[in-house]
């Protein structure tokens, strides 16, 4: 058993308490049901008084003290629903054709001109947990997501002045995907007369067929909340609100390369540049053929079509829009944290719900799940007696 705190599922309990640590601190204390200790040399007394289940360490001290029926099912097996939606910024892009052509000084984050680029994913998590300390916990988690990565750009060339000298209309797409996740993570918990408190950190990778490389993830959240007794006569039966923060980000990584081909996302893209950039130089070459252009602003067009000339023939002559080709991307959430609002639910020792929201300018996130426990009980005093 262990305090009434659930861990991944950030689940706690009426009571829940730093129990190790008082244990340690003090001798003082007395048991809650003090009809255990009228004969601690007997069989019974010492059933009785024994903590039945392997997990956590300091169980026995626990049971010793009174605290055991504050305490949770020391192992613990979660299903969640997630979905979330989040805003992204481009940091970085490069294009690695296969023929050695590098584009990177026509086609980039600035040229580009990402208008939006969001990602919105939809999973069921799965999770183990186990108390291995009553104010403890561990867990391991793995995820099978579906999601979408919305991408809209305006691609924009300007001169050397700044002035545009070519913009292309606003694309947009969706590339959708298919990922796994897994990971492990740990939950510290504290809690005084039905208000509690937990700080839980995890570290998950993801794999998906669109990247080369797996992405990791980094989760850091705190909350505290209070539970409230939902029946007398099922004293294990509450509901416990909660608020609170949380962190989340990319780490250990410095980007990550994949394989697209433009044509399937951007259909109308090969059509759009050629046209674009045919009319932008017919158009220039009009004012450098009227004698009324003044001579700089003609030397200026000239300037402009030579440019439009290079970057036409050589993303042309690249096959970027007809062919697959390797590319880098680096990206960075615009908003790494998030307020969350949430409840579980305890039916009884062994089943709890639990749902949450978080909220921010550039993300949210939804999720609920169920959770059952159980324990595993050990060797009983009265076999060692027997």
């Known amino acids: 058993m262990t305090l009434k705190i659930s861990p991944n599922n950030k689940s706690f309990c009426l009571q829940s308490l730093l129990i190790g640590i008082v244990i340690l601190l003090s001798g003082s204390f007395k048991c809650k049901s003090q009809e255990i200790y009228t004969d601690p040399t007997t069989k019974d007394s010492i059933i009785a008084n024994t903590y039945p289940y392997v997990l956590p360490a300091w169980g026995q001290k626990v049971q010793e003290r009174g605290f055991a029926d504050q305490m949770q099912l020391p192992f613990g097996l979660n299903i969640n629903y997630v979905n979330a939606f989040v805003d992204l910024e481009i940091t970085e892009f490069e294009l690695l054709l296969g023929n050695n ?78 990922a796994l996740a897994y990971g492990v993570g740990t939950t510290l918990v504290f809690g005084w007369n039905r208000y509690f408190s937990s700080i839980d950190l995890n570290y998950s990778r993801t794999d998906t067929d669109l990247l080369k490389e797996q992405i990791g993830y980094l989760t850091l959240s705190a909350r505290l909340g209070h539970s409230f007794r939902l029946s007398h006569r099922k004293k294990d039966m509450f509901i416990a609100p909660y608020l609170g923060m949380m962190y989340r980000d990319f780490v250990g990584s410095d980007g ?19 046209e674009r950039i045919t009319n932008k130089i017919a158009a220039n070459q009009e004012l450098i053929d009227n004698p009324t252009t003044p001579p700089a602003q003609k030397l200026k067009l000239q300037a402009q079509n030579q440019a439009l000339n290079t970057i036409q023939e050589r993303v042309n002559d690249s096959g970027v829009f007809t062919t697959s080709f390797n590319y880098f991307i680096r990206k960075e959430l615009i908003q790494s944290i998030t307020f969350q609002f949430g409840f579980n639910f305890q039916l009884n020792k062994h089943w709890m719900l639990r749902g949450e929201y ?26 060692l007696l027997q």
Not at 111 to 116: A, G, Y
Not at 264 to 272: C, G, I, Q, R, S
């Open 256 to 274: 990550s390369s994949g394989q697209i081909n433009l044509h399937e996302v951007f259909p109308d893209l090969d059509a759009t540049f050629n």
């Open 358 to 383: 978080g909220v921010a300018d550039s993300q949210r996130f939804l999720m609920t799940g169920l959770q059952y426990r159980f324990g595993i009980k050990k060797r009983s005093y009265k076999e």
């Open 101 to 178: 052509t590098d584009l990177t000084g026509i086609i980039n984050t600035e040229t580009l001109n990402f208008q939006e680029v969001s990602g919105t994913t939809n999973g069921v998590n799965f999770r183990a947990d186990a108390w291995v300390l009553p104010f403890l916990n561990i867990y391991a988690l793995f995820s099978t997501v579906k999601g979408g990565t919305n991408v809209s750009l305006q691609p924009t060339w300007k001169d050397s002045t700044g002035e545009i000298m070519l913009q292309l209309p606003q694309f947009s797409s969706e590339v959708k995907f298919d």
